[in-house]
């Protein structure tokens, strides 16, 4: 069975001594509004963690709101973390069937457009999950076209082609995580498809808030 990447959504109000664990997996956190300590370390929003350990979330004064994707073999249930006044759901997971082979980097990022920016025709060197924050953005793949919203989730195999385009009236953003080859660490992982669109100007722009080595040993 292969790996699957989930993607959950936790609120959790402040209280006194309320804060939820978290058993060891690779992940990537992104505090989406509030805020949050995680390992003696505060995050406010906009702020991201990633680790692999077990580990415990604590909600900051005004509590937390925080994007979490996690990387697990295949045979392994979702990970609904549980605490007083706490609610999660799981917002989407995929089966990882284009996981590359040999040793692995979990990148999270941002990636920004600017209003009427798009991304051309392109493909990356892992699969991965991707959460809009802010605008608005359209996806075409497979001779279809899905439009998401903010909050919206959507999963890119990789290898599979893809045009994105942002909306024409305001900035859009997405949160991203992506499971690639350890040598792309600190390197782009996007692919143009069409040759005249390599050097065209690039409309997108990135913020890698994690590119960390690591060590998994689910069945791919």
């Known amino acids: 069975m292969?790996?699957?990447?989930?993607?959950?959504e936790d609120v959790l109000s402040s209280a006194e001594n309320v804060e939820f664990r978290l058993a060891a997996l690779p992940r990537f956190?992104?505090?989406?509004?509030?805020?949050?300590?995680?390992?003696?370390?505060?995050?406010?929003?906009?702020?991201?963690?990633?680790?692999?350990?077990?580990?415990?979330?604590?909600?900051?004064?005004?509590?937390?709101?925080?994007?979490?994707?996690?990387?697990?073999?295949g045979d392994q249930g979702s990970s609904f973390a549980c605490a007083p006044g706490m609610v999660t759901r799981e917002k989407m997971s995929a089966y990882l069937e284009t996981l590359p082979k040999g040793e692995l980097l979990l990148r999270g990022d941002s990636v920004a457009f600017p209003p009427g920016g798009c991304a051309y025709k392109h493909s990356h060197q892992g699969p991965g999950i991707r959460c809009l924050i802010e605008g608005g953005i359209r996806i075409d793949t497979h001779g279809r076209s899905t439009s998401y919203g903010v909050g919206g989730a959507w999963y890119e195999s990789g290898p599979d082609a893809v045009f994105a385009q942002g909306a024409a009236d305001k900035p859009t953003r997405f949160i991203r995580v992506m499971i690639l080859p350890r040598e792309l660490t600190g390197k782009s992982s996007i692919s143009y498809v069409n040759e005249e669109d390599k050097a065209k100007p690039k409309s997108q722009s990135y913020k890698i808030f994690a590119d960390a080595p690591i060590e998994f040993t689910g069945k791919r």
Not at 2 to 8: E, M, N, Q
């Open 2 to 8: 292969h790996p699957v990447l989930r993607l959950y």
């Open 29 to 73: 956190i992104f505090v989406v509004h509030g805020s949050a300590t995680i390992e003696g370390k505060t995050l406010k929003e906009g702020d991201a963690w990633q680790g692999s350990n077990a580990t415990k979330v604590k909600p900051g004064p005004a509590g937390v709101t925080c994007w979490r994707w996690e990387l697990a073999r």
